[in-house]
T-cell receptor
Framework: AQSVTQLDSHVSVSEGTPVLLRCNYS??????LFWYVQHPNKGLQLLLK??????LVKGINGFEAEFKKSETSFHLTKPSAHMSDAAEYFC?????????????FGRGTQLTVWP | DAGVTQSPTHLIKTRGQHVTLRCSPI?????VSWYQQVLGQGPQFIFQ???????GRGNFPDRFSARQFPNYSSELNVNALLLGDSALYLC????????????FGNGTRLTVT
């Protein structure tokens, strides 16, 4: 069975400081992992995806995530936060193959960026 | 290119009523999925359709049903609405093959009173 645990429900940072959003996953198979972002009253936007290629994945808007199989983690980072990064972030796991359309979401981490 | 479009954007219904939500996928995408996002939680999988056939169903009661049309658009139907059905309903589409990700629409906000 697939599941995701986002370790922080809220993260607050100052503009220009690093961002770390933590995620642990559980999967019976070789997982595909994603980070999605949701701004208020908007749908979900894909930030980045891991599909068993390079373990360090670069995404949009300066975000990146590192897949660590030994720790079953897929933490999201950004070197310098911007006010526009304030949003809800979801770590997502999926089996590969024909079930790829079925995603398992974490509960989300609300990122607040202070000026 | 247009993204995934959903209609309506907002909807208010009364308990016991029926609702139909609509989704148009990105052009060329043949797979459509539906998710329910209750306030404060991550989205939960409801259905996946591919080539007009149901390919997956989440843990939702039979009051929830869906279908996909020949043009790959989709409808989600919910009968006998309950207060707990109040949520943001998200539609997503993807290309087939490989590890292509889901592309989400902005959702339909359903309020049941």
């Amino acid at each position: 069975a697939q599941s995701v645990t986002q370790l922080d429900s809220h993260v607050s940072v100052s503009e220009g400081t690093p961002v770390l959003l933590r995620c642990n996953y559980s999967s019976s198979y070789s997982p595909s992992l994603f980070w999605y972002v949701q701004h208020p009253n908007k749908g979900l936007q894909l930030l980045l995806k891991y599909t068993s290629a390079a373990t360090l994945v670069k995404g949009i808007n300066g975000f990146e995530a590192e897949f660590k199989k030994s720790e079953t983690s897929f933490h999201l980072t950004k070197p310098s936060a911007h006010m526009s990064d304030a949003a809800e972030y979801f770590c997502v796991v999926s089996e590969g193959g024909s079930t790829l359309g079925r995603l398992y979401f974490g509960r989300g981490t609300q990122l607040t960026v202070w000026p | 290119d247009a993204g995934v479009t959903q209609s309506p954007t907002h909807l208010i219904k009364t308990r016991g009523q029926h609702v139909t939500l609509r989704c148009s996928p990105i052009s060329g995408h043949k797979s459509v999925s539906w998710y329910q996002q209750v306030l404060g939680q991550g989205p939960q999988f409801i259905f996946q359709y591919y080539e007009k056939e149901e390919r997956g169903r989440g843990n939702f009661p039979d009051r929830f049903s869906a279908r996909q049309f020949p043009n790959y658009s989709s409808e989600l139907n919910v009968n006998a609405l309950l207060l707990g059905d109040s949520a943001l309903y998200l539609c997503a589409s993807r290309e087939t093959g490989g590890f292509s990700p889901l592309h989400f629409g902005n959702g339909t906000r359903l309020t049941v009173t």
